[in-house]
């Protein structure tokens, strides 16, 4: 297809405000791609402003100002790279203001309407786009620049629109993914969730594209992971406690470890990993390269978290890892400040498998049989009961953890969506500062300690009860809190005491209910202790006008 041609088809679908229009127009495009595979390929990514396809982390390399500066260069003797930064800033899209030039000028080429040669095809221009992405070292801006003016010199003010807008990843015609994916479903005749599963597992629009038309449903069918080429990660929404329980008999409960994001492809021989973003991260990471080749015995696809370690192996701070993540020099000495381990949640392949559509504990099942001595595995528990997750979430904050990741145990792994089979417990959404007003002698290992602490609001002069926290407060902790109260004790009835106020908890919750059960009317739903105020007396804890304010009564 001339460029031309794919230049008056973009600014058709720009034109178009409704999107099932689009898809319509999106669908003449692909119908009028032409026989060669190639021509399809290239156009299932200009129309979405890509070069590459999604699973390629190669990128043009070439900064705005050598953009501006081989547009001017076209556009003739008069104009400037200034020039043309001056316009973007008056007009606001850098595709306007190309559209604004004529070019061809400096061949002697501008004979046509609107400049051009009206021979560009969009082939040659995904070819010189290609070996732009491939000039390195040194001169290779400039030689970038001359690529690029090559191209504009030959573009009509339509063409250089578009060819300007792609380059600098600015297409912006309305054309997402899914209207990629309508397109070709409308196309070819082929189901569109059929598509859609083809381009989680490919990763590539153009590769897709052409097998639906070329080989149908079938072909599509046909379509499996690649081992070193990434899929888009499946991404959680935040969510509570209670929505878990809510949706699910039972609730597949993970600690959220706070790190970066890696899907490592090991092919038997060799280790790439990816980031979230599907850059290729391999060379930063070297632990983790040496870890599959370690601990793995089969080529495998997993899915995981880097996370940054002490000496002891305890986690550090997330912003530790982003100071190995992306690293290009000096690796090893970076190592040496910092060491990074991985921890595997998920996995998407085995051995020739694709897992992508098995449950969550299958998929967890094979992870963890891949990984027979556990290490680099991240643990998954099964639970309907909301005091068992309190205690995994306590557990994994005292680990150093950023929390509990709540996940539906019969969910299919899908690629690139933020769905509700993947919660992230919710920050809690406000902490209050609560009074300590009894408590209860523990069971067991732990009967010489006081557990299950009653917690009181400031009422006037008095206190009213609001609720209770007992789980998921360590040994440690629940002998340290014993000493601090025991001294407090006014009255004791078999296991219960009654304290006077003296020690003020900050106390995390999800919400706030009414509720019969404590005298101030309401009830702390999942309450969590984070900590003793040591700076706070009873007088400063919070007020039931406080809670009332925030019930929204
Ligand atoms: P957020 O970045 O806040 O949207 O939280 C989601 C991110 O948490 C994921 O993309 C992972 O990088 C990270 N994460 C940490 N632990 C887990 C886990 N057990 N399961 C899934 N994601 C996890």
């Known amino acids: 297809m001339e460029f031309a041609a794919f230049a008056t088809h973009a600014a058709e679908i720009e034109a178009e405000p409704a999107d099932l229009e689009i898809v319509d127009l999106v669908t003449e495009l692909f119908e009028d791609a032409g026989e060669t595979d190639d021509d399809l390929a290239i156009l299932a990514r200009f129309v979405q402003g890509r070069v590459f396809p999604a699973w390629d982390s190669t990128t043009l390399d070439i900064g705005p100002r050598s953009c501006y500066e081989a547009i001017a260069r076209a556009a003739g003797r008069n104009v400037s790279a200034a020039d043309v930064e001056d316009d973007l800033a008056e007009v606001g899209e850098i595709g306007a203001v190309a559209a604004g030039y004529e070019f061809g000028g400096q061949q002697g080429l501008g004979a046509f309407t609107g400049g051009g040669t009206n021979d560009l095809t969009v082939r040659e221009v995904h070819e010189t786009l290609i070996d732009l992405a491939a000039a390195e070292g040194s001169g290779s801006q400039d030689r970038k620049v001359d690529l690029l003016f090559s191209l504009f010199n030959r573009c009509s003010s339509e063409e250089a629109r578009y060819l300007a807008r792609i380059v600098l990843s600015e297409m912006r015609i309305g054309v997402g993914e899914g209207t990629v994916r309508d397109g070709i479903a409308a196309a070819f005749d082929v189901p569109a969730d059929r598509?859609?599963?083809?381009?989680?597992?490919?990763?590539?629009y153009g590769r897709v594209a052409v097998v639906a038309r070329e080989e149908g449903l079938e072909g599509l069918d046909a379509l499996d992971l690649e081992l070193g080429r990434p899929v888009q990660a499946m991404l959680a929404q935040a969510g509570?406690?209670?929505?878990?329980?809510?949706?699910?008999?039972?609730?597949?409960?993970?600690?959220?470890?706070?790190?970066?994001?890696?899907?490592?492809?090991?092919?038997?021989?060799?280790?790439?990993?990816?980031?979230?973003?599907?850059?290729?991260?391999?060379?930063?990471?070297?632990?983790?390269?040496?870890?599959?080749e370690e601990f793995l015995e089969q080529p495998a696809i997993l899915d995981g978290e880097v996370v940054a370690v002490?000496?002891?192996?305890?986690?550090?701070?997330?912003?530790?890892?982003?100071?190995?993540f992306r690293r290009k020099h000096d690796v090893a000495k970076a190592r040496e400040d910092v060491t990074v381990e991985p921890v595997f949640f998920d996995c998407l392949h085995v051995a020739g498998e694709d897992l992508l559509?098995?449950?969550?504990?299958?998929?967890?099942?094979?992870?963890?049989?891949?990984?027979?001595?556990?290490?680099?595995?991240?643990?998954?528990?099964?639970t309907g009961?909301?005091?068992?997750?309190?205690?995994?979430?306590?557990?994994?904050?005292?680990?150093?953890?950023?929390?509990?990741?709540?996940?539906?145990?019969?969910?299919?792994?899908?690629?690139?969506?933020?769905?509700?089979?993947?919660?992230?417990?919710?920050?809690?959404?406000?902490?209050?500062?609560?009074?300590?007003?009894?408590?209860?002698?523990?069971?067991?290992?732990?009967?010489?300690f006081l557990g299950t602490f009653l917690l009181s609001v400031r009422d006037g002069d008095g206190y009213e009860t609001i609720g209770k926290v007992a789980t998921g407060i360590t040994d440690e902790t629940l002998a340290e809190l014993t000493d601090r109260l025991e001294p407090h004790i006014r009255t004791q009835e078999g296991q219960t005491v009654d304290l006077e106020p003296a020690v003020v908890f900050e106390v995390g919750y999800e919400e706030i209910q009414s509720s019969p059960t404590y005298s101030a009317g309401y009830a702390l739903r999942f309450p969590r202790f984070l900590g003793v105020r040591e700076d706070k007396d009873p007088e400063d804890a919070e007020t039931l006008e406080r809670v009332l304010e925030l019930q929204g009564t």
């Open 240 to 292: 509570t406690v209670t929505d878990a329980l809510e949706s699910w008999d039972e609730t597949a409960v993970e600690w959220k470890y706070d790190g970066a994001r890696v899907q490592v492809h090991y092919d038997g021989e060799e280790t790439t990993v990816f980031s979230r973003n599907m850059e290729n991260v391999t060379d930063a990471l070297p632990e983790v390269v040496e870890f599959a």
């Open 385 to 448: 009961d909301s005091e068992a997750i309190e205690e995994i979430d306590a557990d994994a904050l005292e680990s150093g953890h950023e929390g509990i990741m709540l996940k539906d145990p019969a969910s299919t792994y899908s690629p690139g969506r933020r769905g509700k089979h993947w919660l992230k417990r919710k920050p809690d959404v406000e902490t209050l500062d609560l009074v300590v007003t009894g408590a209860e002698w523990g069971e067991g290992r732990r009967a010489t």
């Open 310 to 324: 002490d000496e002891e192996g305890d986690p550090l701070p997330f912003q530790e890892v982003l100071r190995r």
């Open 195 to 204: 598509v859609e599963r083809a381009l989680q597992v490919s990763n590539d």
């Open 357 to 382: 559509d098995d449950p969550l504990v299958e998929r967890h099942d094979r992870l963890e049989s891949l990984l027979s001595d556990g290490e680099g595995l991240s643990k998954l528990w099964l």
